[in-house]
C-alpha cells in the first residue's frame, strides 16, 4: 500500500513514518498542503491513501483536498488534526473521514483499513489470465465497496463483451486463483450473491466468453451460500498471476 502523508510537524512526521514502516506501508512525505498537491499530480494513481494534517503553511489540508479531488484519480483521505470544529468542512472538501490526533495506533490502522478498498478483476490473456485490484472510481464507488466489505464480500469484474460485475465472497478471488494456478482447473464454480441476481456461476479460464450463469431457487441457493461459507477460509492466499505469463 502507498501512503501520502501530509503534515508539518517534524515530530508528527516521524511517528507516521515509524507506524507505515511498521505496518509495512510504502509512504510519500509532504510538509505542507501545497506540496501534498505536487505529490497526488506528479503521481497520479499511485497512491491508496492520504493522511492529510488540516493546518499546515503555504496551503492547509482543506483546500489542498479540494484541489486533489479536482485533479487526480481518486483515492481515499482521513483528516487528521486535533481542532474538531474543522469536521464539516473536511467532508464538505472531500475528505473520507475524520480523526482527532488523539486517537491511538490502533484506531489509526483500522480506519486506514477500513477506507482502503479495491475493486477485483479477472482479466483473460492469450497465455492465461490474472486477477487485478482497482482502486474505486470516486466516493460514490468507495462507499459501495465499503459497505460491501463490512459485509465480508467484494466486487469482481469479469473479463468480456459486457465487463459483467458480482458480488462475491471477499476469498472468491483467492479461489479462483488457486483452482486455476494450483490446481490448473479449467474451470472454478462460485456464488454471485448479489440480492438481485443470486446465481451460481462457473467460471472458465481460456475464453473472454468464460462465464455459465445459473439461477438458483431460495432455498438452494441459502444451502449452497452456507456450504460456500464452510470453505472460504481455506483460501487465504493469493495466487493471482497466471504461471502463464
Not at 505496518?23 to 505529490?39: K, N, Q, R
Not at 468542512?89 to 490502533?106: I, N, Q, R, W
Request: charged share 30%; glycine share 4%.
Amino acid at each position: 500500500m502507498n501512503i501520502l502523508i501530509a503534515d508539518d510537524n517534524p515530530i508528527m512526521q516521524m511517528i507516521h513514518g515509524e507506524l507505515m514502516s511498521y505496518w509495512g506501508y510504502d509512504f510519500d512525505m509532504a510538509s505542507d498542503g501545497l506540496e501534498a498537491v505536487e505529490l497526488a499530480k506528479k503521481n497520479n494513481g499511485k497512491y491508496d491513501f492520504c493522511l492529510m494534517d488540516v493546518e499546515m503553511p503555504k496551503m492547509n489540508g482543506i483546500e489542498a483536498t479540494k484541489v486533489i479531488r479536482n485533479t487526480v484519480k481518486y483515492f481515499p483521505i482521513l483528516a487528521f488534526t486535533s481542532n474538531n470544529a474543522y469536521k464539516k468542512a473536511c467532508y464538505d472538501a472531500g475528505m473520507d473521514d475524520f480523526a482527532e490526533k488523539t486517537c491511538t495506533p490502533d484506531d489509526l490502522f483500522s480506519r486506514i483499513n477500513k477506507l482502503s478498498v479495491n475493486l477485483f478483476k479477472f482479466i483473460v490473456k492469450p497465455n492465461g489470465f490474472y486477477i487485478t485490484e482497482m482502486m474505486p472510481m470516486d466516493q460514490q464507488h468507495a462507499q459501495e465497496l465499503r459497505k460491501l466489505k463490512s459485509q465480508g464480500l467484494v466486487k469482481l469484474r469479469l473479463d468480456g463483451p459486457d465487463n459483467r460485475e458480482v458480488i462475491t465472497h471477499k476469498n472468491v478471488p483467492n479461489k479462483i486463483s488457486y483452482d486455476f494456478n494450483i490446481l490448473k482447473y479449467s474451470m472454478t464454480e462460485f456464488l454471485n450473491r448479489d440480492p438481485e441476481r443470486p446465481t451460481l456461476l462457473d467460471l472458465y479460464r481460456g475464453s473472454k466468453n468464460c462465464i455459465i450463469e445459473t439461477f438458483v431457487d431460495d432455498e438452494s441457493y441459502q444451502e449452497q451460500l452456507e456450504a460456500e461459507d464452510e470453505k472460504m477460509d481455506a483460501y487465504l492466499t493469493k495466487h493471482y498471476k497466471s504461471d502463464e505469463e
